[in-house]
T-cell receptor, first 113, second 117 residues
């Protein structure tokens, strides 16, 4: 069966420090991968999505970036965190074809101090 | 661009009663998928129900059903016999049909549902 792993679960980082969040998917190939951010009590904001290795689409201009070095690995990064980067980050994947359900990781709670 | 709008930030319902959550969307596509996801306090996203736009029949999953009005671009969720475990944030989501490139999954801002015992 397919599973999605996202880590770390929580992270406290100082302003100006770098960030790396990782997400991996098991049990499927060539998934579509997504990074979402959820501010406290708010909706899901799509940050990046990827349909294949090295293919990244950015939805929101900001100091975050994403990379997909392997088929089932999706990384969210920042060189210098801002206070406004605090939030709950969710990784998700969808398949290609009629099975259209999105599967989500457990999320990472990032606090920038 | 596709947008999803949930105009009810918060809703409450008495236990065992029925509640309807609203969702509207904007798209120029004719074939697509719509979803309702539930996010309980654990923050794990759980699929509640899905609807294919080409299907006229409204989807139903036990106590959950949708009212899909394609012309009006409306997709509401009805929860019958509300239970305490239904308390959560509910998100409406849109995705193009896979034949047209299915990579983007867009969510609404969510509706927080409270169940009153």
């Amino acid at each position: 069966s397919q599973t999605i792993h996202q880590w770390p679960a929580t992270l406290v980082q100082p302003v100006g420090s770098p960030l790396s969040l990782e997400c991996t998917v098991e049990g499927t190939s060539n998934p579509n991968l997504y990074w979402y951010r959820q501010a406290a009590g708010r909706g899901l904001q799509l940050l990046f999505y990827s349909v294949g290795i090295g293919q990244i689409s950015s939805e929101v201009p900001q100091n975050l970036s994403a990379s997909r070095p392997q088929d089932r690995q999706f990384i969210l990064s920042s060189k210098k965190l801002l206070l406004s980067d605090s939030g709950f980050y969710l990784c998700a994947w969808t398949g290609n074809g009629p099975n259209t359900e999105a599967f989500f990781g457990q999320g990472t709670r990032l606090t920038v101090v | 661009a596709q947008t999803v709008t949930q105009s009810q930030p918060e809703m409450s319902v008495q236990e065992a009663e029925t509640v309807t959550l609203s969702c509207t969307y904007d798209t120029s596509e004719s074939d697509y998928y719509l979803f309702w996801y539930k996010q309980p306090p654990s923050r794990q996203m759980i699929l509640v129900i899905r609807q294919e736009a080409y299907k006229q029949q409204n989807a139903t999953e036990n106590r959950f059903s949708v009212n899909f009005q394609k012309a009006a671009k409306s997709f509401s969720l009805k929860i019958s016999d509300s239970q305490l475990g239904d308390a959560a944030m509910y998100f409406c989501a849109y995705r193009r049909h896979f034949n047209f490139g299915n990579e983007k999954l867009t969510f609404g801002t969510g509706t927080r549902l409270t169940i009153i015992p």
